[in-house]
């Protein structure tokens, strides 16, 4: 089997799943640019915009937990579907909406169709070549940031051209447009799962898995961080919707040119010590954001944060992949989305409340240790495991 999928073209085994995550990450990322603006023509407060960003993690959390499954045993073209016209949907209530509630409900939704799109998208990238699982899981990470990068910049030039509520506009034709690409997803090629299992949690037993969950929900506390308190502190600063769209397109750029070098070097070294370096040295730099003046500097220091999340986030895909066997591929890569947006959710609001009281200082300081002591939890119950699938997997006992 293995033969047969490394022999068909990459490029076109991934490309759907790509122009899928691209999508997906472009709306979201598109919603980060205009939340300082958002706060300041709506008089929201920034513990309110902290509401809504830590609402779309909560509902993408319960989404994969409870969904992810499902793609293992052959739905992930139903499920990606599903998550663009929801996408869809919540955008364009985004168009109307002037209260709060509404538009942490419309966050919500949005979240919770990212949370259905994402772990087929990601199994289908881990099952086309098991022994290249670092590789093809970094094509995605490179479709991912690709979308980051220009969700922003198309949304601050609408912002600019119509208005605050332009690109929500935008977005949600956009969508619509590529529901015929989730229809027409390629059929799943690995092993699928036929046991009658009702949820992922058993998954959670294994010890490899766990900690490379916890590295990831550690990191994703920085990520939180970064959406609930970033475009406020920039417009603070006197950085509208286009400087803050150009500086999360910078500190996205690194990861499109490292991305795939980094699943290569994961393939080769070992996903575990790539993760661990990159995610380190992400924790550390963040530290340097309370202290760093102005808009520019800051930037440049995201920018090297965004190398270190090159090699560490990507390589910490295919930690998660290779600690469950093929058929679990996209339960465990849910639990890994779950753990994401758990940890995003766990930082965004009290990131927002402490840069209201008390500053970025201490703000950034908490956020960079938090990780940091995440990180390393997460590889010392790493430590002394193996993976369950892969080139370095035991191989299977006879009988």
């Known amino acids: 089997m293995s033969r047969r999928r ?6 076109r085994d991934l490309l759907p799943f790509q122009i899928l995550m691209g999508v997906t990450a472009g709306g979201i990322g598109g919603i980060v640019t205009v939340l300082g603006e958002l706060r300041d023509a709506l008089e929201f407060s920034g513990t309110g915009i902290g509401v809504m960003v830590a609402g779309g993690f909560v509902a993408a959390f319960v989404a994969q937990v409870t969904l992810a499954r499902l793609a293992d045993v052959g739905r992930s073209r139903a499920m990606a579907t599903a998550g663009i016209a929801l996408s869809a949907a919540a955008m364009l209530v985004m168009v109307f909406a002037e209260d ?9 939704a949005l979240g919770f169709a990212g949370g259905l799109i994402l772990p087929g998208v990601r199994r289908a ?81 294994l010890r490899r898995l766990q900690g490379a969950l916890i590295m990831i929900g550690g990191y994703f506390m920085m990520i939180g961080a970064w959406e609930a308190v970033l ?15 150009i500086g999360f397109t910078l500190v996205a750029l690194p990861i499109v040119f490292v991305g795939r070098r980094a699943g ?34 800051i930037i440049a220091a995201m920018m090297v944060v965004g190398v270190a999340d090159g090699y560490g986030f990507t390589a910490a895909h295919a930690v998660v992949a290779r600690a469950v ?36 200082g201490p703000t950034w300081a908490a956020v960079g240790l938090a ?27 006879p009988g």
Request: no cysteine; charged share 15%.
């Open 231 to 245: 475009p406020v502190m920039f417009a603070d600063r006197g950085a509208g919707a286009v400087v803050t769209g």
């Open 325 to 360: 066997p093929e058929k679990r591929q996209a339960a465990a890569l849910g639990l890994m989305g779950a753990a994401e947006v758990a940890g995003a959710a766990a930082a965004a609001l009290p990131a927002a409340w402490m840069y209201e009281s008390s500053g970025p």
């Open 100 to 108: 709060l509630s509404v538009w942490v409900l419309s966050r919500a």
């Open 125 to 205: 990238a881990s099952v086309l070549d098991p022994a290249k699982a670092g590789e093809n899981l970094g094509r995605m990470v490179v479709a991912e940031t690709t979308g980051f990068i220009f969700g922003p910049v198309i949304t601050a030039l609408m912002v600019w051209a119509g208005g605050i509520r332009a690109p929500f506009a935008v977005f949600a034709a956009a969508m619509l447009a590529f529901l015929p690409v989730a229809i027409r997803l390629p059929p799943d090629r690995g092993v699928l799962d036929d046991t009658p299992r009702a949820t992922s949690f058993d998954l959670l037993a």
């Open 264 to 297: 290569r070097l994961a393939d080769r070294v070992g996903p575990v010590r790539v993760s661990v370096a990159g995610l380190v040295t992400a924790s550390v730099v963040t530290m340097t954001y309370g202290v760093v003046p102005g808009v520019v500097p």
């Open 371 to 397: 990780v940091l002591a995440l990180v390393l939890a997460g590889w010392r119950r790493i430590r002394g495991t193996v993976p369950a699938s892969g080139p370095d997997a035991p191989a299977p006992q």
């Open 6 to 11: 490394s022999a068909r073209p990459l490029s």
